[in-house]
């Protein structure tokens, strides 16, 4: 057993010494071990946001042990846990909140769980504030090294464990999904909760939420959107996007992560009407 690579999700942000004193931990016990860095800049404390990047990321991420810190309940009686996934393809470290839910499920469940209460794979701590750097990624860095996860901690059943929420986008009776935006990424795009196929036999999208009504034309990529247009598309996770070509659609549409939308079937305003063209009476060969 042991992996050569640890995938490294915080909020940690990049304008202190916390996310290089975490990586010289971990190197300090495995030096051999590469750091792929997720990402640090899930805001500050937002267990959501950061449950919702990993649950993007997992599909994609080296086999091996994933370290995933956003963790408002530092110090507190919250756990910090070990899981196994595909009977130990790989593993998540770090707090039981809720963070780690929603890619657990994307890959079908965890198969075992431990909780890290053996101080023997810890450092000695200066105080109770920064499991990260004391707790998550020591244990991390022995398990990418060989040690097996059952040295780290007791055992506990998976059920037991914080689960994520994650909002289920619903049809209701009249055909109207509620959806809900999940996520606003640098670019402005906003991805719903929403399967590409609830929506693919619509010819365009009614939008609508607070203070918002407008139509989104379905596209395949973001250059077919049309200026003042909404582009409606499948984004890169698989989730139904709403984008607008070459700027900001949460700016253009008022949106927030959070954000209640209700969208329905409609028509493509303007549509072009057919027209059969006949012979003129000055050219009847035209």
Known sequence: MGFDTISFLSDYGVTDESVGVTKSIIWSINPAVRIV????????????????????????????????????GVGTKRKGVCFELGNGQSYLVGP????????????????AAWVLDNPEFHLPSMGATFDGRDIFAPVAAHLTAG??????GTPIDTSLLVPGVLPVAEMNDEGVIDAEVLWID???????????????????????GQGLSRTGIPVRTY??????????????????SIAVDRGSAAAELGLS???QLKLSPTEIAGSPTTVTLGPTRENPHK
């Open 37 to 72: 860095d997720i990402t640090h800049g899930v805001d500050a404390h937002d267990i959501r946001a950061g449950g919702l990047a990993l649950a993007r990321a997992v599909q994609f991420l080296m086999p091996g042990v994933v370290l995933g810190v956003v963790d408002p």
């Open 96 to 111: 039981d909140n809720g963070l780690f839910a929603p890619a657990i499920g994307m890959v079908g469940g965890a198969t």
């Open 147 to 152: 040690v097996p996860p059952s040295k780290l």
């Open 186 to 208: 640098r670019f402005g795009n906003a991805q719903l909760n929403v399967d590409p196929e609830q929506t693919a036999s619509w010819p365009a999208l009614r939008i609508e």
């Open 223 to 240: 250059a077919e959107i049309k200026t003042g247009s909404i582009g409606v598309l499948t984004d890169a996770s698989g989730l139904l």
């Open 257 to 259: 992560e959070g954000d």
